[in-house]
């Protein structure tokens, strides 16, 4: 119980995630105009204010996870699946968010405390950006692949 409560902000992620999707399918045009918007400032600021103890390697993943799921459940439950346009908007705003939320990831891995731009000698650490840049489109292209997978083959 005392590691679940360390998980603060993965856990306010999720809980988000649950309230978006009980929300979502009465109010469709609030998903569809402001998840983009909402999803990476909710991520980033529970990351910032919550401190968690679980590194950002782990916190990026779910937060994809998150969007993907939320997805899913939009076209399951709130339609979007029903003819061109309603896949072609729920399309688009999946990757907006996705597009925001990697934007979003980049700055929690700006603020993690675990990662520092500076070495010792006072130079600038690329081979840790470029890691972390690395990390990030390796996420990104996880799910999308999964998204497709999940959208697509049917």
């Known amino acids: 119980m005392v590691k679940l409560l360390k998980m603060k902000s993965i856990i306010l992620n999720l ?6 999707v009980l929300i979502c399918p009465y109010f469709p045009s609030i ?3 402001s998840s983009y918007l909402v999803f990476p400032c909710v991520f980033f600021l529970s ?3 919550f401190k968690p103890n679980v590194s950002c390697y782990i916190q990026i993943p779910i937060n994809c996870l998150i969007i993907l799921l939320i997805d899913f459940l939009f076209r399951l439950y709130a339609g979007g699946s029903h003819d061109q346009v ?3 908007l729920c399309d ?3 990757f907006a968010t996705l597009f925001t939320t990697i934007i979003s ?3 929690i891995i700006l603020v993690s405390p675990s990662f520092t731009y500076k070495l010792p000698s006072n130079r600038i650490n690329f081979k840790g950006i470029i890691l972390n840049s690395i990390f990030i489109i390796t996420a990104l292209f996880i799910t999308f692949f999964l998204f497709y997978f999940i959208s697509y083959n049917k």
């Not at 809980?15 to 978006?20: K, L, M």
Request: include cysteine.
């Open 15 to 20: 809980f988000f995630g649950v309230i978006w």
């Open 31 to 33: 998903h569809l105009s």
């Open 47 to 49: 990351f910032y204010f």
């Open 86 to 88: 309603g896949i072609a």
């Open 92 to 94: 688009l705003n999946f």
């Open 105 to 107: 990831s980049c700055a």
